[in-house]
């Protein structure tokens, strides 16, 4: 066993230390924060991010996908702008949001960027977040591999995936479903905007390597 790195918490101020086990996995403890990208409403959840004409709800608020000129939690086109998703798409009317993970197509062919089928739906699937410390740190493929994410203040556990990379100095970021999975508290009109658990409350383990098996679905082993 030995340890990659540690990054301090900022809720706690606590040292959240992660650790490389001797079969490989990489384990560690945190608090959880809640992460809507990827979901545009690909299997009847609602998507993340719309403009202010969009009438249904949204997994998040738009000031958190960034402002023009500075996009970050949305897919754009050429010129910068949010990609808006059309009528025969899932969520005519709402943005595309992404994930680090891209999925392929039935055939194992890429997806145009536009497509909200390209990534993995923060809403229906339970996924974990790591930071680049992570990525870089092992041998093993970390992006589409498995994971299990266990809230220990109730025992509830979940099998996911690692499907977006996130800030350098921030630990323990979910999706929507694996929060709702492992009975970690939601925000209110905006599911992932609010709500979470604090550190070290929820344990990691992560697999590099071993591409992830979710409701029936194979994930890809994508690296850097």
Request: proline content about 8%; aromatic content about 6%; hydrophobic content about 35%.
């Amino acid at each position: 066993m030995k340890k990659i790195g540690t990054i301090k918490d900022k809720d706690t101020g606590l040292d959240l230390d992660i650790m490389e086990q001797d079969d490989g996995s990489v384990t560690f403890s945190a608090g959880a924060t809640l992460d809507g990208d990827g979901a545009s409403g690909q299997f009847g959840g609602p998507p993340c991010y719309a403009p202010s004409s969009y009438q249904g709800p949204t997994l998040d608020i738009l000031a958190n996908a960034g402002s023009p000129g500075n996009w970050y939690g949305v897919v754009t086109d050429k010129s910068g702008n949010p990609i808006v998703q059309g009528s025969g798409d899932p969520c005519p009317g709402a943005y595309v949001s992404a994930t680090s993970l891209h999925l392929l197509d039935e055939n194992g062919n890429q997806l145009p960027d536009s497509s909200p089928f390209k990534y993995v739906d923060s809403a229906t699937v339970p996924f974990m977040v790591v930071p680049p410390m992570i990525t870089q740190g092992v041998a093993g493929v970390v992006m589409g591999c498995r994971c299990v994410v266990t809230n220990t203040r109730n025992g509830r556990s979940v099998e996911g995936v690692v499907a977006d990379g996130g800030p350098r100095n921030h630990l323990g970021e979910i999706s929507v479903a694996c929060a709702k999975a492992i009975g970690v508290p939601t925000g209110g009109a905006h599911l992932a905007n609010g709500g979470g658990a604090s550190a070290p409350s929820i344990n990691y383990q992560l697999f590099p390597g071993t591409a992830a098996v979710v409701n029936g679905v194979t994930y890809p082993l994508q690296g850097s």
